[in-house]
């Protein structure tokens, strides 16, 4: 197989990097259970690396059958909140936070474009979309939602000390773990309900970050929350189907890391159920993309319609010259102009450049001014919809397209199965 096949075979996810200092210089890397989860479950992980200008570049990573984002730095706060906005922070505070999360907290614009570009990108093809830690807030500021600049400063204060819930623990890397409890009839819910014991709804999970979702975006619903009411997951019910292709969700914990002490083992068997779920919705969109760009065989012609397609091009032909030339054309020969002239009468349905070309030729278009009038009606719709549209939030924009996505899939659905009876009837 020529190696130039494996683009088209393979389901891609794309997975970007994050970068770090290393011996004076920039290095791209990305964790290594996120890469063998993928592997494992028959992807190939296609690493995006945070590089000036990449940004501008998403297009060249085509095909992309799935996104996967995961750690990083905290995201600019200025996408998802005015910059005038009230935190109830003081500069004491936001300083003070600047210096306990200094990893985190040295904001990376040039990955912020990436990721949102992509989360954007996956939001308007229906790609299966994971996101993890970062990932999650990603994806919720992609949609509209706003994060808590810090955990700590604008929730826990909240609560007495023994009650506080630490999400971050820099000391306890991997072993750390807090409870959340999970939300009944999720995909969640599905993974672990093996290990939820005494109908608590609760497991043990592995995290490691100080910022988290505020302002859940509309579209989505939560699928665990801490003891502090922070969300530690969502998803977004309508597009939620693997066997599909569909799968757009953020976990702010960590399933991968939630292994036993020096083993492979994880925590609970549902652990790594999100990577398994996400790669099977990323190949079978790989199956739907191959599907909907695979070219048709041509349509092969029986002898009659051969002979009429013959006696067009040939009109057509004939029209050419005497446009070209200007001369007059053999009275023997005008008879065969008239399926040139029959066809053009038949198919009405002309773009306006068409139009102004055939009257160049002397052509008259059957019904022209009716369908200019139409044409005409048709611009005053749309403007009159983007001004509607214009005057809508993001939230309304993104269930508005929520809801056209769906219905283009219904009818697509309700289409293929009229089709499919048509040619069983032809069939019978």
Request: aromatic residues 8%; charged residues 30%; hydrophobic residues 35%.
């Amino acid at each position: 197989m020529a190696s130039s096949d494996l683009s088209v075979i393979l389901p891609r996810a794309l997975i970007v990097s994050r970068r770090t200092v290393r011996k004076n210089k920039f290095v791209d890397f990305v964790g290594e259970y996120h890469l063998d989860l993928i592997v494992a479950y028959g992807a190939v992980p296609v690493i995006v690396p945070r590089v000036s200008g990449v940004h501008m570049l998403l297009d060249s990573f085509e095909p992309i059958h799935g996104v996967l984002l995961c750690e990083g730095e905290d995201i600019d706060p200025s996408l998802y909140e005015p910059e005038d906005a009230a935190t109830g922070l003081s500069p004491e505070e936001l300083e003070e936070i600047r210096r306990l999360h200094a990893s985190d907290t040295a904001i990376d614009r040039e990955k912020d474009s990436i990721e949102l570009g992509l989360a954007k990108l996956c939001l308007e093809r229906n790609i299966p979309y994971l996101g993890i830690c970062r990932g999650s807030q990603v994806l919720n500021v992609a949609c509209g939602g706003t994060l808590h600049q810090d955990i700590e400063k604008e929730i826990s204060r909240n609560f007495a000390q023994e009650k506080r819930v630490a999400h971050i623990n820099y000391e306890d890397y991997d072993a750390h773990r807090h409870v959340v409890r999970v939300v009944e009839r999720t995909p969640l819910h599905e993974w672990f309900k093996d290990s939820l014991e005494d109908q608590r709804m609760e497991i043990m999970v592995n995290s490691y970050h100080h910022q988290g979702v505020k302002r859940l975006a509309q579209r989505f619903v939560p699928m665990a929350f801490a003891p502090d009411g922070l969300i530690e997951g969502f998803y977004d019910p309508d597009t939620y189907n693997p066997e599909e292709g569909k799968f757009i969700m953020g976990l702010q914990f960590h399933p991968e890391r939630m292994r036993k002490p020096d083993s492979d083992e994880f925590d609970y068997p549902g652990c790594p159920s999100a990577y398994q779920e996400f790669v099977k919705a990323v190949i079978a969109y790989q199956k739907k993309l191959i599907s909907s760009t695979s070219v048709s065989r041509p349509l092969k012609l029986d002898q009659e319609m051969e002979k009429k397609r013959r006696m067009i091009v040939r009109s057509f032909s004939l029209a050419k010259n005497l446009y070209t030339t200007g001369q007059g054309l053999n009275p023997s020969k005008e008879s065969e102009l008239r399926a040139g002239a029959e066809f053009l009468e038949s198919n009405t349905a002309l773009t306006l450049q068409q139009e102004k070309r055939l009257k160049q030729m002397g052509a008259t278009v059957r019904n022209a001014g009716s369908y200019i009038e139409r044409l005409k009606l048709n611009e005053e719709r749309e403007k009159m919809a983007r001004n509607v549209i214009g005057k809508m939030s993001v939230e309304q924009v993104s269930d508005l397209i929520s809801f056209y996505r769906m219905m283009e899939q219904i009818c697509s659905e309700v289409l293929d199965r009229k089709l499919q009876d048509i040619v069983n009837d032809l069939n019978t």
